[in-house]
């Protein structure tokens, strides 16, 4: 069992920067691949970006390539998104997931944290 908790959502004009931490707690925790994703009242969970287990390897939505950064640190369990030049489409709920491999696809993820809001004001 892996427990995930999302910290670091806020309120920010467009243009600026957050960074979202996810920490993981269990036995296995640093065994998986992370994903984040988010979501907006009325539409489905929207992939934003995953990483694997060692964090050799990052995919990324078009959406935000080269403005969000997905990395980790195993010895602290954490999983992180850099999210820089924010936009007024980026608000939504942030949720951080644990899986088997990396993918883009909310189902293949086994562990979902509560979500943190994210709100980037025009």
């Known amino acids: 069992q892996v427990q995930l908790v999302e910290s670091g959502g806020g309120l920010v004009q467009a243009g600026g920067s957050l960074r979202l931490s996810c920490a993981a707690s269990g036995r296995t925790a640093g065994s998986y691949a992370m994903g984040w994703f988010r979501q907006v009242p009325g539409k489905e969970r929207e992939f934003v970006a995953a990483i694997s287990w060692a964090g050799g390897y990052t995919v990324y939505a078009d959406s935000v390539k080269g403005r969000l950064t997905i990395s980790r640190d195993n010895a602290k369990s954490t999983v992180y998104l850099q999210m820089n030049s924010l936009k007024p489409e980026d608000t939504a709920v942030y949720y951080c997931?644990?899986?088997?491999?990396?993918?883009?696809?909310?189902?293949?993820?086994?562990?979902w944290g509560q979500g943190t809001q994210v709100t980037v004001s025009s």
């Open positions: 997931a644990a899986g088997p491999l990396v993918a883009s696809i909310s189902r293949e993820y086994e562990y």
